[in-house]
């Protein structure tokens, strides 16, 4: 157990719909990491937060977008979903304001778009 | 776009035997880390090398840099079936976005 925790564990929606994935991450972690991991593009970064601001911007679609609130956990939201914004969602935290140091993964979760 | 590439895609062990991966990249590096990842789950953070550090041990992982190729390798001794997973490398450019490659998926055999 990473102590990075993540929900909903999976979502079915349909397409145009929009949702909102949650991150917790470990106590005293600072640093939030979006990634998105499919089939055919492979584990790809998308936003990272460090104490509620944004740090740096990965290929993340304008149609998602990112939050970090002040109790540090962080929202993503995914809208006008597309069957390819299938994949695993994954958010990682570290205590780092850069990927200087390892990030700690939460389990993931799993969107599927139909 | 990923900006390591591991080799090979997928290596079949006998249980016992030695699991060597490798990492190649393409720019200057921060850091470069190794993450395994079991069939769907999340990703276990294994070993971080920095740009200046050439080797580094963690129990049975021991991870080489060389930074004049572009490359690294990650080699697991005595391989269980604990091991059976896909193997990651994930580099840290100066942008300090972490990059990750497609893997290689170990399975190791009883």
């Known amino acids: 157990d990473s102590g990075v925790t993540q929900t909903p564990k999976h979502l079915i929606t349909a397409t145009g719909q929009r949702v909102t994935l949650r991150c917790s991450p470990r106590s005293g972690d600072l640093s939030v990491y979006w990634y998105q991991q499919s089939l055919d593009q492979g584990l790809q970064f998308l936003i990272h937060y460090y104490n509620g601001e944004e740090r740096a911007k990965g290929n993340i679609l304008e149609r998602f977008s990112a939050q970090q609130f002040p109790d540090l956990h962080s929202e993503l939201n995914l809208s006008s979903l597309e069957l390819g914004d299938s994949a695993l969602y994954f958010c990682a935290s570290s205590v780092a304001n850069a990927p200087t140091y390892e990030q700690y993964f939460g389990p993931g979760t799993r969107l599927t778009v139909t | ?110």
């Open chain 2, 1 to 110: 776009s990923q900006q390591g590439e591991e080799d090979p895609q997928a290596l079949s062990i006998q249980e016992g035997e030695n699991a060597t991966m490798n990492c190649s990249y393409k720019t200057s590096i921060n850091n470069l880390q190794w993450y395994r990842q079991n069939s769907g789950r999340g990703l276990v953070h294994l070993i971080l090398i920095r740009s200046n550090e050439r080797e580094k041990h963690s129990g049975r992982l021991r991870v080489t840099l060389d930074t004049s190729k572009k490359s690294s390798s990650l080699l697991i001794t005595a391989s269980r079936a604990a091991d059976t997973a896909s193997y990651f490398c994930a580099t840290v450019a100066n942008d300090y976005k972490l990059s990750f490659g497609a893997g290689t998926t170990v399975t190791v055999r009883a």
